[in-house]
């Protein structure tokens, strides 16, 4: 069964950090990118972007409003990303949702971790 599997969302006080990893597994990717998303319950109608990154040259983008304290790498062996994310927010809490887009088998989704911060 091909998946994304998503880890380590939780709860940490404002100002401290987490880290977020996602895996591809149960098939063979050819990938152009892989992301973070996010969603506010009950705020947000649809996903936001908080950052991306191209397979082949490892070019990263991120959400204007992070002000650079969130840093995505990928590793190619194990088809992963992760999501460094410092110095929190209240207004980081929410979803985070990872994603894969792939020439032949298009866009996947994870199914959500949650990151609340408490100030």
């Known amino acids: 069964q091909v998946q994304l599997v998503e880890s380590g969302g939780g709860s940490v006080q404002a100002g401290g950090s987490l880290r977020l990893s996602c895996a591809a597994s149960g098939g063979t990717f050819n990938v152009m990118d892989m992301g973070w998303f996010r969603q506010i319950p009950g705020v947000d109608q649809d996903r936001r972007i908080v950052?991306?990154?191209?397979?082949?040259?490892?070019?990263?983008h991120y959400r204007d409003s992070l002000g650079g304290r969130f840093t995505i790498t990928r590793d190619h062996n194990k088809t992963a990303v992760s999501l460094q994310m410092n110095t929190l927010e209240s207004e980081d809490t929410a979803i985070y949702y990872c994603y894969l887009d792939a020439y032949e088998r298009g866009l996947m989704w994870g199914q959500g971790t949650h990151v609340t911060i408490s100030s």
């Open positions: 950052a991306c990154i191209s397979w082949r040259a490892g070019s990263a």
